[in-house]
């Protein structure tokens, strides 16, 4: 228990939390994208695809627990390293924040993170917790992406989601010491990959709905 609290307790423990959730919710957005392009073949092979994954019944409501847990502890340890790094420096640094070796991409972590959460509630709300017995997966979603107003809001939501993905992806390996000076360049590169990946790949799903379904 001292272990855990002497770990846990402090700011690089907390860091590698957030390395270990975060490369974890990338796993699953991999396997969500590429079941979601099942849409690529129509309204059959959509459906077909959320059948196959509902029948797996338990392994499903585990895995929705697993990410549930994931999602707590990296939402809350992001804050809680925000928060002490905001009390640590009061005072904002003058010009950008990231000049010095900072980009954009880690600037904004804490920003696009809450803007993420926001649009997660929402599309549970969406897709998740609607009434699944008498529609199908591919009528709810063709029903959500007819709204513009929704459509502009997922598409510039996955926009953040790539931000969020660019920085996080590759920080993780450095948080966790894999950062050697060999591998870095090719990590470097497969986390702008799949925060392309996640951004057109989600991102073009609403165009895609609206031409298939």
């Known amino acids: 228990m001292d272990w855990v609290k002497g770990t846990f307790g402090t700011s690089i423990g907390k860091k590698q939390l957030m390395a270990v959730t975060g490369l974890g919710f990338i796993g699953f957005l991999t396997g969500h994208l590429l079941g979601n392009l099942t849409i690529y073949l129509g309204p059959d092979a959509f459906d077909s695809y959320a059948e196959h994954l509902h029948a797996l019944g338990p392994l499903v409501n585990a895995a929705e627990i697993g990410l549930l847990l994931f999602a707590i502890i990296h939402v809350g340890t992001g804050l809680l390293l925000f928060l002490q790094n905001y009390k640590a420096r009061p005072v904002k640094y003058v010009g950008k924040k990231w000049a010095g070796g900072r980009t954009i991409f880690s600037a904004t972590m804490p920003y696009t993170g809450i803007l993420i959460l926001l649009f997660l509630i929402i599309h549970l709300k969406t897709f998740h917790f609607v009434d699944h017995d008498s529609q199908t997966i591919s009528q709810i979603v063709s029903h959500a992406f007819s709204s513009v107003g929704y459509v502009l809001f997922y598409m510039f939501s996955m926009i953040v989601v790539a931000f969020h993905v660019k920085h996080g992806f590759w920080s993780a390996f450095q948080t ?38």
């Open 176 to 213: 966790l010491g894999l950062n050697h000076l060999k591998y870095m360049p090719t990590i470097f590169v497969l986390s702008a990959l799949a925060a392309l990946a996640a951004g057109f790949g989600f991102g073009f799903l609403p165009v895609v709905s609206r031409l298939v379904l």
